[in-house]
């Protein structure tokens, strides 16, 4: 029995391995290096560092949820509960009831970012369906150029956010599928903004392993059209040639000299951008529960994450769940993502130190929770702590109720 159970967990990885070749070679993420903007050569740039801030709409990359969070982003394959909607649409398939989760996040240089999201069993729980919507709130900010660093003395504002369906599918009693289809803009200077479509996918095959349960699952997220901002902020007023002094001379009034050069009436001019690609990334994972007993749980999760725009992350995490009484429920949580485009060095070549924190500790993550049950109703807490080296930290807290 247990040969024909890890066989089986074997095969499953390896299917789920052919799901993510085909995305990431489309997406070119296996092979292309990281330049954001593929057309751009590369000036400068060290080995292996990121290109992160040249892809659109990278807002998508705020992680939701801070169970998932605290467990260092390694929860693809752990997600059962409605932040799924976010790690991976497949975990939905697990909720037993309606859910409702709103996560806000202080996050990095006052960003605000605000996200809910809902879901619902239905057909006797073979399905779910959900939806959701996320919202980052960019406060006035200053104007900097190259001539003028320190700013310019003008001020903007810019927003984003993301709104979308969901989908979960029971295939069988091991396998469920997922599906999120979502709408991307991204606005900026008062009607500068882009707008694209995408969709996240994923699967959780879950089965037993010396009787405790083990989960396999891939997932990618941001898969979808290009971001051209545009808008009438785009748009410029140009004056009749020869009159501003930025074009050469010879136009004169053509009615006094026949020999001159016509003036050309004034126009306008439209400023183009360019395209920039989504923040895609392709997730394998694994999850497995170490201990479980009538008083407690102990889980264990791993997995890779392929970015478009950063090199190969690793995360690992840990969850340990204490059922106090039959109606309340404590866990804590540690976690760790690494990632390989930052250096741990405290200065740089020429003896300068880096601003923000220590970067040794990028990617260390913590937390806890609990879960309360009234009846056929739940309410659950949960919080988490990140540590993103020079960008400092972030806390993060999420409540979800069920019903």
């Known amino acids: 029995m247990l040969r024909k159970t890890a066989m089986r967990a074997i095969l499953t990885a390896c299917l789920a391995l052919s799901f993510v070749a085909l995305p990431v070679s489309g997406q070119g993420v296996a092979r292309q290096e990281y330049t954001g903007l593929d057309k751009y050569l590369e000036q400068g740039r060290p080995a292996d560092a990121s290109f992160v801030g040249v892809r659109a709409a990278e807002f998508l990359t705020i992680p939701v949820g801070a169970r998932g969070i605290a467990l260092g982003g390694a929860f693809t394959a752990a997600t059962d509960d409605i932040s799924a909607i976010w790690w991976n649409p497949a975990g939905l398939g697990f909720l037993e009831k309606r859910e409702l989760m709103v996560t806000v996040v ?49 001020y903007f504002n810019a927003y984003d956010f993301q709104m979308g369906g969901s989908f979960a599918y029971h295939f069988s009693d091991r396998f469920i599928g997922g599906l999120n289809v979502k709408y991307i803009h991204q606005d900026m200077f008062s009607n500068i903004s882009g707008n694209a479509f995408a969709i996240d996918a994923g699967a959780i095959y879950h089965t037993e392993l010396m009787d405790r349960e083990i989960r396999f699952a891939f997932a990618i997220q941001n898969l979808g059209t ?84 950063i090199p190969i992350s690793y995360s690992v995490g840990t969850e340990f769940n204490y059922h106090f009484t039959p109606f309340l429920t404590g866990a804590l949580r540690m976690g760790w993502q690494v990632q390989t485009d930052e250096y741990t060095e405290g200065e740089d070549a020429s003896g300068w130190a880096y601003y923000g924190e220590n970067p040794t500790f990028r990617g260390l993550s913590m937390g806890g929770g609990f879960k309360q049950t009234f009846g056929d109703k739940h309410i659950t807490f949960n919080y988490a702590y990140r540590n993103k080296g020079r960008l400092s930290a972030d806390n993060f807290f999420t409540i979800s109720f069920g019903f």
């Open 106 to 154: 202080d996050y990095t240089l006052d960003l605000t970012y605000s996200f809910i999201a809902g879901a619902v069993p239905i057909a006797d729980g073979n399905m779910t369906v959900g939806g959701f919507f996320g919202y980052l709130n960019i406060p006035e900010m200053e104007i900097t150029s190259i001539t003028n660093p320190n700013g310019t003395g003008r």
């Open 226 to 309: 290009n971001i051209t901002m545009d808008g009438p902020n785009l748009i410029y007023d140009v004056g009749p040639q020869g009159l501003d002094g930025l074009f050469p001379g010879g136009y004169d009034d053509y009615s006094a000299d026949k020999m001159a050069i016509s003036k050309r009436a004034g126009r306008q001019l439209e400023v183009k951008t360019n395209t920039y690609r989504l923040p895609t990334v392709v997730k394998l994972a694994l999850a497995y529960n170490i201990m479980t007993t009538e008083s407690y749980n102990w889980l264990s999760a791993g997995e890779i994450w392929r970015n478009s725009n």
